[in-house]
């Protein structure tokens, strides 16, 4: 039922339903459906449809009701977008027949789907969107369960200091594609769990992702205690308290609401830890139906898979094992265990103190563990083989899967087009012929160049009237303009660097020769300049203090405006970046970042990425496709910061500065292009999510829905 808007003609009630599944956002047809609308509206509320279907005038709309043309197109849109919600016959479908019917449960405290929909703070949530939007294309039966937050993650605004300001936001869900699911005649909730001593009822929202739902769960309802409303309000904040009741609800109030809907799913896979009590629903329900402990710990691996994403110990989840009881009992009864039995689930052997782990328990409740890239398999598996102390460290059940991101979220509609001219339409539906992805070394190097070069010129734009928004709205004096990129030139060297502002993603590591950055930045035949954004924990004020750092020097002079930062990086500034930048900057301090995928979204866009050579990196630098910052072997080195400085400006200096400003006679970079179609070649071969989910269906779905056993045997809980 597509939601009523006052000025919209009845023949393009259409638009309201393409509004209504999300899929519109990876179909680029669609995309250019809404901009036709009204292209300048379209662009300023950066690409909602709710609102654009709200705003856009009656005289206008009336005049697309009447051009033929743009009917035509809508026509063509609707019926891409019914048969992406069909049956058809699918991927999954043409294999795995018998599994038509099984369903895969999908939890993830985050979702990333579309910025209209802010229930995510970065790559987990983005990661687990991308995962659901590729489940539909491929048509793997998989349902996603998560949180709604009605006041979603913080918008960020930065102070005339540099201090990060965590402004409070809430979306209005009667302008979302959210839908409520009414309970059992007409009851608002949908179940209930027991918490803390009282029945917490909550209800769920429907998301619909092409052919993939996901629910969202809601405690907002008059029924519930005025302090469990508010309890699913806000992503990440409040201490442990709340968000040990957060994962409570989620794990718990996540299986009963599947019941409820009559979903009954036989593969399971919990998505970093913030899930895991998931495990322990599903535990307690078979021991309530008569089945014996140990054998219903055994029925529930067979059936789970665990993500991990966590590379540091203190990254991961616990709770104090009193605060676990008092919140969580006395489950343990219902499971017929003790409290130290149940306490003992979630023990972590090196932690001497009883706190109850979020990742312990799920890789004690799950048959199939893996972690998010190579090097962070064998990270992982060095942090958990303390609960195998029997075995070799290389041997431990911990395999990895390698994120991916999802092509047809993150390239642009200009290099499609392009690859549409030299692959032939319908490339898109030879993706996995890896020879697709050889002839992209064949792209013609003006054209691929000319659009590199519009996606760009769309960057400065977006950063410039970003700025004049601010401006106008007094938000910023005329002296800190300059820090928001007006000033950029397109044709200067332009680095980006998006990500979340924690310490050991080094975002101040540019700054550590500041004399050796001015050189490059205010070379007059060769500058370089670079753009910043990404928002800090609330909670970190490490963090924090390094985007003041860096903040503080775009308002520097003697950088000639050439040092920019944007605010509130979200998804839809991460489009214009990872499409619009020269070269993607990832300096994390090894082996901290698990995979890092925002390198992937720009290589995908033909954007080269230099990186440490840490997360996905370390699979997928070949030599062409970019430039590895290698950290020295020997011991503490690697962690050091003066030595990754030195290289990276080395890096710069010899390779990268030059690379770009080599012009042949008509003006054409052509090494530097050739590093692009490498960057391209590779990302499409190995880093799409398409690539993952099918790793994820063949290895570890397909395998749980078939009960097969793995030789490998969990620690015993
Ligand atoms: C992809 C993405 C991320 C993850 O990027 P990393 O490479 O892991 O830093 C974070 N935030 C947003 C908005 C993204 O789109």
Redesign the pocket.
Known sequence: MPPVFPFLPQRLNGLAVLACNLNWTWNREARRLFARVDHQLWTRLRHDPFQLLQQAGPERLAQCAADQDFLAHLDAVLAWSAAEQSAAPTWFAQRYAEHARDTIAYFCAEF?FHHTVPI?S??LG??AGDHCKTASDLGVPLIGVGILYRHGYFDQEVRADGWQDDTDMAFDLSRTVLEAVDGANGAPHLAAVRMAGRDVYIRAWRLRVGRVTVYLLDTDLEQNHRDDRPLLSRLYAGGPAMRLRQEWLLGVGGVRVLRALGVQPTAWHANEGHASFMFIERLRELVIAGTPFADAVHAVRAASTFTTHTPVPAGHDTFAADDVAACTGPVWDELGISRDQFMRIGHYPPDPSGAFHMTATAVRLSRRVNAVSRAHGVVTRSLWRSMWPERREPDLPITHVTNG?HLATWMSNSLMQLLDAHLGAGWGNRVDDPALWDRVLTLDAQALWDVHRKLKRTLLVHMREQARVAFTNHTREASRLAGTGVLLDPEALTLCF???FATY?RANLLFHDVERLLRLVSNPSRPVQVIFAGKAHPADTPGKEMLQEVYQTTRDPRFEGRIAFVED???H??HVLVQGGDVWL?VPRPPM?A?????M?AALNGVPQLSTMDGWWEEGFNGHNGWAITPELSAGAANDDAAAADQLYELLETEVVPTYYTRDRGGLPQRWIQTMRHALRAAGLRFTSRRMLIEYVTDYYVPSIRGESTLDERPTA
């Open positions: 990333g995510y970065g790559g983005v990661l991101v998006a990500r979340r993603k990086y979200d998804m500034l991460a990832n970042e995979s890092g995928t925002s390198g979204k």
